[in-house]
């Protein structure tokens, strides 16, 4: 089978597209075919080795991807050849609370990813893929859905009348406005393309706020929800973070996600004690979260936004793509 | 009656002790003799002039306090004469989560606080003082005890098993060691005395570290607590927040209280979000959070720490020693 | 100014057109005139002298109202004359946990009702009535309609993907229904009538199921939801509740409301635990509670179902359409 | 191997010692030598029959145990031979809400249970034995402890100040009592023996309520409650649940988890909706929260209380001292 590889040094340029044995499932795993991939931000540090400065070479990059089984490991139960099936990010986290050992070992680094034809993953570790989206689509889902549905449904608990800040048009933010608005809450959009905050508006954005235009967009976003926005779905990082304060409302939550600037930032705590605000990292989510999103999305026939559908063989224009940062909603990549 | 009052500019020598007429009670409200006072840092702060840029003067300082019922207005049900009661910090903040309005007209500034002899508050903005505490006693309690309260018991569920770490040995950092106790959890404490950890064990403290001998004192915490600790106490602020996150496990809490470094300070945010952790600002809370704390307090007949008692008179001496940092728990004035 | 009051002895017929002295608000309160009032069972049973024996008479009945400020008291900020309010259910409940005091004293039975021309309220138990809905729409919110959001979103977090089975068309079953669809939720929803389940449809149901051609209505509910349903909102009591807990999932909630059905039952508990189901019981709720719903209900232009408008003159033929329970939404009486 | 199995036919009488052949753990598994068991009522009602009509034969009882890893699997990382382990009740539940077919497949029935020498176990399913038990006492907490733990911690966030009915001394009842004392609560207790009740308090209990002697023992413990009690620990079932309500406060928990009498009962729910109570079924629990368990039980050195300690030969023996009633904490059996 092929793959693609960062083979001996970081960098779009160390990118390989190598030939590698095929894969068998042991006990308890499942084989799939890759038939898409969809990429984040994530990816894109990692194959420059921005994300993590111990990781090791080779890995095959990419988390978020959908497949078809086509071998069952010995004593597996529930999955049949033929299935199609999402990876989760951080395989053996089901459920409850995160700890070390799950969040350290996760696909498209420091474990091999999706950006390849075959896998193997235990067969716990994987969801099944909604059934009204095709192998594009659910491959977006895994690590940019799930982030979101953790943020605003599991730790956030949105619901019906409350406002939701999103910063910018990316995976995350267009799935968290998706998510947002299947709640019933309002949500307000940030861009610096008119274009693009008005793409947000025909995905039911109430609002969008160019912060070219508007560059104190934090304190636009607050009056525009009366006494502060309910929730901040922080993409940015260190240099939206303060913006994002003066946006929440007393008592709101700023779910942070982003790892656009990982940088450090000067940063005042003053606002988060004197308005009881919550800044909340967030980090993908465990599988029953996934199998949440999955029947939410289902029942609503949601479909995530895909920006552009490139070739296999293109992958590395994928992640230039991404880099641009010119994108509305997800970059994928059709594999097989 | 007499006050003490920031009278014409901030600053400790700012104060003076006036003589101001004897308040009555309108309908609704109550008609406290203070019996005794109790500092908070943001109390300095206030009588300094660096908590809020606009506050106006002059101002009669503290928000802690305790007294005794002398006259019931008109329509109050539920109070007699002779009662002892502690005024809440944000009046009107019964119950729920915050608004700007309440957040907004607290004692001790913007309105007036406790800190003379006589006082009218709304009948419902009071708590019945715990039994089996003295005026001093329970006049520590409003602010510190119910931040404390509000940090691990309501917003961290705070439960046996678990760690916390407290930083340092101030007022609010005592009554955390004393709550989180009574949960069956397992607290470190920091502090760059061996003589106040020593007291601080002698409270029920399992460990403490002297941050001068151990300058990673956050990765040394976390080693204690095997995975990390599960709580926070941070009254530190901008200085000691990165060391706090290094202390925290993963999904773990930090409880942003302080006010003691209110300046900016360089924020790498990455681990919030690597390892999900939540940040969440506390700003004491509401009156029925307070009556869960007498509950517990009275139950347990657990006794807060007083560092030493100033006269009325003193109460500048009072302020110096809060600001000299040498004090073990909280330092109070009585008042009448 | 008029009043229905249940005058000497319980019954409709025991209902009577009186004339009573105009009511002053003293400091605090609000003089509304009410405009309109809307009907819950429990006012039916209380005028039937059926829900507490120990109520005394007379008695204006009603709980549901909305009306106009037409007087304010002394110390009342916030509210002018002309404002359109509704009263709370119970006055002094604003925010948190209930408690007996509070639970014991509410509008329309034992204190008196809405069913009258004036009435006065503490300024601080009322709420702002939507600026989407006309009188007699808002009358039909401050239980009805908060019962419904107090169970779905506070207490059960109704979030979408999931799924409701409702019981019945009444008032809070549509609520209900409209509530669980602004989050996302399919719903599910019995009656003895299939033009009723065609008009539930209509608001957005999924499910209809006939209770009259399909008695094991809780089985035929769960086999619609997979597993089982999320949540139950359960308004006929002991006659009814076997089926509900066969309708749902493990973990799942039955949110206890009804007063249809007051007497005993035959209960077996084995499904709770086997199934770790929540049976909760619902009282209303809190001013909170039904500001969270008046922001969601305004944001999605949400309109009670009325079911039919009686003149004040006429308010025993509400009661009687009531009683007949032929009704899809809301009995109302317009007052002035 | 040895066994106890229930071989024919249902009925202490009808259990068995049998001679089986030595499993072996296949991948993932691990093999434990079971060194102690201990009995809850269910295995007691699932030997005679009365647990699950539908239960296969033969059938090995009890699921609560600990025993020493003498084999390690496949493929099974984190685990030694001389490690100490207590299976969890339902294999494969580890983390977040029950679903159907975990509950469905628990040890002691539908499977095999842990009555015998030698027994597999997927090593995901079992938890390291505290260190400071002995292999009886690490036998009690699987299902026992692990419920009350369930109840009180997880679903009802016992804090400190609260007050927690528990009924009667068996085995759950004692750890609830154990566990609510770990979290600063104050613990009522019935029982309907003096000499029981002075246990009870010797081991943290405020107030001992012989229920021969009050047989209005709910009305009473609301009275010693203040307002009412917030949990009640309810092992009674159908029986007592009706006392068990008038106990509670407004706004309590009823922590449903008997199976005493499984019988159907009238049942009024009027005081579930009126007073707001949640009554909530409780199943064990998943593994994580076993882990918790045990970090607390550690910290604060619980040990768990033995009634008396059979032989394992003398299986039967321990099922009729805990069908007879008269036993103060766990009936345990050693096995090897």
Known sequence: MRAWRVEERFGLDGLRLVELPDPTPGPGELLLRVRAVSLNYRDLMMVEGRYNPRQRLPLVPCSDGAGEVVAV???VAGWRVGDRACPIFAPGWLAGAPDRERLRATLGGPLDGTLRELMTVPAESVVRAPSHLDDVEAATLPCAAVTAWSALVRQGAVRAG????VLGTGGVALFALQIARLHGARVLVTSSSDEKLARARALGAAEGINYRDEPAWGKRARELAGEGVDH????????????SMRAARPGGTIHLIGVLASGEAPLSIVPVFMSQLRVQGVLVGPRDAFE?????FELHAVRPVVDRVFAFEEAPAAFARLAAGAHFGK???RVG
């Open 73 to 75: 490991g010995e004593g």
């Open 162 to 165: 409350q406002s939701v800040l």
């Open 232 to 243: 901040v779905v922080e993409v940015g990082g260190a240099g939206t973070l303060a913006q």
């Open 292 to 296: 949440e999103l999955v029947a939410a």
């Open 331 to 333: 970059v994928c990549v």
